[in-house]
């Protein structure tokens, strides 16, 4: 199954965009809760409060960084919660373009979901992954309107 792969130009230098990728308050307004610290080779966990498709209330997501190139790269194991020993790797790219970042998301090892669950898991998070990145957007640039 092939990678994700998103795309997206935020207004704001690639040195503010990547503080919405490590620091706890600004990524819980776009993605998920932080608990624990983004460095690199630590692990920590994202949490999604909130309901869920399949009615529960959290989703934990335990990820270790894998690799972390201050202010351009964050690269990471992404379990999810319901498919426990199952790794995909999630990472963050960011490029200068002018005044703005261009950010490419690819979420990749999706051969290692069971093949039961591959498909539906893809899409959700092709779709997760969507809505994320447009918050994110629109995060960046209503706090730079507050500033």
Known sequence: MQDIVRKIRIEAPVEIVWRYL??????QR????????IAPGRSFQLIYDGPTPDGTTCFVHPC??????????LAMTWTYSGLQNVDTLVSFDLKADG?????????AGWDKV?????????ADYDGGWAEGLEDLVRQVAADRRKN
């Open 22 to 27: 490590v620091d706890a308050e600004k990524l």
């Open 30 to 37: 776009w993605l998920m809760r932080l608990e624990g610290e």
């Open 64 to 73: 270790t960084v894998t690799e972390m190139t201050p202010p351009t790269r």
């Open 99 to 107: 005044d703005a970042t261009e950010l490419t998301l690819t979420h």
């Open 114 to 122: 069971p093949e039961a669950v591959r498909a539906a898991q893809h």
